[in-house]
């Protein structure tokens, strides 16, 4: 299943080039008649493979500053106000203390709040919410009670969960766990992870039907389970001179795609027959810090651009199993934050007018980035 979110690493990470002021209190209800003209962007998700796109913003009211959720189905031409479950603030990230909003379908989502490491080194509380009517309402899920959660990913009928104990004295964290559940997340099961590396981030990871990949070694192994992360075997690949782990993104069976770090540049892979082999995506340097947006949409087809240019985004599509890319189009804005397709032709684009995230907005593409109009309000 392609991950929802639109970053490779978790899409609320992207927010941290902003800092709003110390203090901030956020509010999650669906916003009122007065507020639907305030309503500013922040991130966008993907719901599976659907048509469905989430968007969480913020409006202003009485409270500083309140978070809203809002669910458009065709492309950005209507939009539905839904709810967030409570979020602390987070005086480093506009979106508090969201990390990572993931959905399965266009019903059935999750909320990650807090997890990994804090500011000082140590494990935050993670809290989880699942919603399975379309995010009308949001009710908390445990996992390990006393446990972070580090990545999270749905497939069409199971979520996953990559599990830590943290503590300012035993770091690395200990004792990483695979956490699995049906879609109604009414009972996990755990087991270790085979071969993980102590003190390797793990960042997103691929899972699709039975299918679960994860990148958790240095020494070039991908655990592999076509079980539904009941037993795994482990295949070489390429690193491409990685440090770390690969970001992973299935589209299919047997299509992955990968973001893997070399530093302060990335690069990109695909892999069509399961992660046995893996070719590289001629994208050229990308910066890791601040670079541009990678898109998988299908096993056949991504969208990626390397940052911006002088106000200017230049988009290009993914085709031809990742040997080659086709100039798209562009998006004119101060920094195009991210974007979402839903297919080749239409797409969600999150742009700033100006170096704060108060001036960002929604843009719209019917023609596979070609051309942009901005949307209304948005």
């Known amino acids: 299943m392609k991950r929802v979110a639109v970053t490779t690493r978790p899409l609320i990470a992207t927010l941290l080039v902003a800092v709003f002021a110390a203090g901030f209190v956020t509010a999650n209800s669906p916003a009122g008649a007065g507020e639907h003209n305030a309503f500013r962007p922040l991130t966008l998700t993907r719901a599976g493979l659907s048509k469905v796109i989430y968007v969480v913003g913020s409006t202003s009211c009485s409270k500083i500053l309140c978070l809203r959720l809002q669910r458009t189905s065709d492309n950005g031409s209507h939009f539905t106000s839904v709810s967030l479950p409570p979020i602390p603030p987070n005086p480093e990230m506009a979106t508090g203390m969201l990390t990572s909003l993931v959905f399965a ?41 006393g446990a972070s959660i580090f990545a999270f990913e749905a497939s069409k009928n199971e979520i996953y ?94 299509t992955l795609w990968a973001k893997c770090p070399t530093g302060m540049l990335a690069n990109f892979q695909i892999s069509t027959d399961g992660g046995a082999r893996w070719r590289v995506i001629p994208t050229g340097e990308y910066s890791n810090t601040g ?87 948005r």
């Open 161 to 254: 969960a990559v599990t830590a104990h943290c503590h300012a004295t035993t770091l690395p964290c200990q004792d990483y766990q695979l956490a699995r559940s049906t879609l109604a997340a009414e009972k996990w099961i755990e087991r270790s992870i085979p071969g993980y590396s102590a003190g390797l981030e793990i960042g997103t990871f691929g899972a699709y039907g039975a299918n679960v990949w994860l990148d958790v070694t240095q020494g070039g192994l991908l655990d592999t389970s076509h079980d539904y992360a009941k037993h795994f075997t482990q295949q070489s690949h390429s690193r491409m001179g990685s440090p770390g782990t690969c970001d992973l993104t299935a589209t299919s069976t047997s």
């Open 291 to 377: 670079g541009g947006n990678f898109d998988p949409v299908s096993s056949s087809l991504a969208y990626f651009d390397q940052g911006p240019g002088h106000k200017i985004t230049k988009i290009y599509r993914v085709i031809n199993t990742g040997r080659k890319l086709v100039f798209a189009g562009t998006i004119n804005c101060h920094q195009s934050l991210s974007y979402v397709f839903t297919s080749r032709a239409h797409g969600l684009a999150l742009c700033l007018t100006g170096p704060s995230l108060s001036s960002g907005h929604l843009l719209s593409t019917t023609n596979g980035g070609a051309s942009w109009v901005a949307l209304p309000g």
């Open 105 to 145: 379908n266009a019903n059935v989502g999750f909320a990650l709040l807090g997890g990994g490491y804090g500011a000082e080194g140590y494990n935050q509380p993670s809290v989880l919410y699942a919603t399975f009517n379309g995010a009308k309402s949001w009710h908390k899920e445990t996992i390990d009670k």
